[in-house]
């Protein structure tokens, strides 16, 4: 035997398996890579690979005005659209302190919390498409093209919207848009209430998700989640109570928030959120004010700082000339509660059209550390209803 050892059964746990899960994984999460160390069915190690949807999104941002950037920005998180495009608006309204018409201000909540309902949605239908349910994927979307119908009709696009502008947004709503919103929010309950008979109470779901990716509380604010990863974890932290933007104040909703911590968890916490979106969006449809939808005094280069509504240079510009604002010579931290969690932008200015640096903190990304975490010792099964219940989009974890 030239001095070779008998083989033993230790032998053989040292015979690991390296294995690339991706880049392109058949759901919808984009072109994440893996490399998962196995043995046997046991997840040893994972190793996250990003960047191949990297596209410089921040060094563009560099040399191009705020309204220029605005098509790219949709980019980013390509389903919670309305989101990226909020953000980038107040980050220099906030730098330059403009303020926003309360017309304006209402539209941008209904659509926010619309784009929310749109994202959980296509949140839902491939989690449970990856865990082995395949009916509520074309549920979700039959609900998802309604709200599509209606970003196109106030906006003329279906996904990539360029509807927010400093100030306001850039047209008012069409007629007879508000019923069929309405229309939509009291036949989206249904569906919610279906979804929820079908998924919610379902054993061989229930197995799957239950006690699978477990995170404290403690750990959660630690690895700085945010969003329901963090609300999952028995955190009670929306950044629409905590920040008071644009006007979620005056509606009544309330924070939605788990104790568990778990997939089973972080599934309830987007569910429950999607109801309240709609409880929000009916309370902005009735109450929408009138007014103009735009502040057009902003559009001026030398311009009054905090200029009055009605005063007498303000109705006579009519004309929209070209949008040249300046960002002044300060810095900014600005963050909104997306649909996967805190998505922030760092701006600097300096006294130029351009943002000297504008630093995008996504949520996905952010996120996404702990799964290396969690899923170690599970079993390679377990990786994808993880990874799943995270929910990230990776425009916007590479940028």
């Known amino acids: 035997m030239n001095g070779e050892k008998p083989m033993t059964a230790p032998a053989t746990r040292k015979d690991l398996m390296i294995v ?13 890579r893996l490399i998962v160390t196995l043995d046997g069915e046991d997840v040893i190690d994972c190793e996250p690979i990003l960047g191949y949807l990297h596209r410089g999104m921040e060094k563009i941002a560099e040399n191009r005005t705020i309204i220029q950037y605005l098509p790219y920005v949709t980019r980013w998180d390509y389903l919670a659209t309305m989101f990226t495009e909020a953000i980038t608006v107040n980050a220099p309204e906030q730098l330059g302190n403009i303020q926003v018409p309360k ?42 093209e309604l709200i599509y119908d209606l970003f196109e009709a106030a906006t003329g696009m279906r996904m990539m919207h ?26 989206f309950l249904t569906g919610v209430a279906e979804y929820q008979k079908l998924i919610t109470q379902n054993p061989i779901f229930l197995e799957r998700v239950e006690g699978v990716g477990i995170i404290g509380g403690e750990e959660a604010i630690n690895w700085g989640l945010s969003g329901p990863m963090l609300r ?14 644009e006007c979620y104040d005056e509606f009544d909703w309330e924070v939605q928030w788990q104790k568990e911590g778990d997939s089973l ?11 309240e ?47 040249t604002f300046e960002l002044s010579q300060q810095e900014l931290y600005v963050r909104v509660e997306t649909p996967k969690g805190e998505l922030g ?35 390679l099964a377990d990786i994808m209803t993880i990874l799943g219940s995270i929910d990230i989009i990776m425009g916007e974890v590479d940028r």
């Not at 999952?232 to 933007?245: E, M, N, P």
């Not at 009916?282 to 005063?311: K, T």
């Not at 300096?350 to 170690?376: E, T």
């Open 277 to 323: 979106s709609i409880k929000i969006i009916q309370q902005a449809l009735e109450g929408i004010p009138g007014g103009p939808y735009e502040n057009l005094e902003i559009r001026r280069f030398d311009r009054v700082r905090d200029p009055e509504w009605n005063d007498f240079d303000y109705r006579f510009i009519s004309k929209k000339p070209s949008p």
């Open 345 to 379: 932008i760092f701006l600097i200015g300096d006294q130029s059209v351009f943002p000297w640096r504008w630093k995008i903190r996504p949520p996905g990304f952010i996120n996404l550390q702990i799964l290396p975490q969690l899923v170690k010792k599970m079993k």
């Open 265 to 275: 968890a972080r599934y309830l916490v987007r569910i429950s959120e999607m109801k």
């Open 103 to 144: 017309r304006a201000s209402y539209i941008r909540v209904i659509m926010l919390e619309l784009s929310r309902i749109a994202s959980h949605l296509l949140w839902l239908g491939p989690f449970m498409a990856d865990i082995g349910a395949q009916t509520p994927f074309f549920y979700i979307f039959r609900e998802r």
């Open 232 to 245: 999952a974890s028995g955190i009670q932290w929306d950044l629409r109570k905590v920040d008071h933007y």
């Open 162 to 187: 360029n509807y927010f502008r400093l100030g306001g947004v850039a047209a008012d709503l069409p007629h007879g848009w508000i019923d069929k919103c309405l229309d939509f929010c009291d036949y």
């Open 20 to 32: 690339n899960m991706g880049p392109h994984h058949p759901s919808m999460h984009g072109v994440l």
